[in-house]
């Protein structure tokens, strides 16, 4: 599955942003999606994760309660809808996916596609 993330740009602290990121190719249901990020200078880590259906989601501790991911088989897109933002949310989101199986341990190497990433910058 390809993969085209979207929506990222710059928003004040306590902002909101939604991305989006759509799939093409391979049937879109049969993947887990999660999103990742990778701030200046630091590894990149897993933000956000939901199952095929959307029923099942994970959430990192540090975006709990602000952040919402969410997805549209019919669409072929995954979402993440971002409030309350702060500064340490600064980083390249990437969307990623994972054929016919959970997200496992959001281990990066399990992921079979990833999009080309959005910048968010979250000013103080």
């Known amino acids: 599955v390809q993969l085209q993330a979207s929506g990222g740009g710059l928003v004040q602290a306590g902002g909101s942003l939604r991305l989006s990121c759509a799939a093409s190719g391979r049937t879109f249901s049969s993947y887990a999606m999660a999103w990742f990020r990778q701030a200046p200078g630091k590894e990149r880590e897993s933000v956000a994760a939901?199952?095929?259906?959307?029923?099942?989601?994970y959430y990192t501790d540090s975006v709990k309660g602000r952040f919402t991911i969410s997805r549209d088989n019919a669409e072929n897109t995954v979402y993440l809808r971002m409030n309350n933002l702060k500064p340490e949310d600064t980083a390249i989101y990437y969307c990623a996916a994972r054929y016919n199986k959970g997200w496992g341990s959001l281990e990066q190497s399990d992921f079979d596609s990833w999009g080309q990433g959005t910048q968010v910058t979250v000013s103080s």
């Open positions: 939901i199952n095929w259906s959307g029923i099942a989601t």
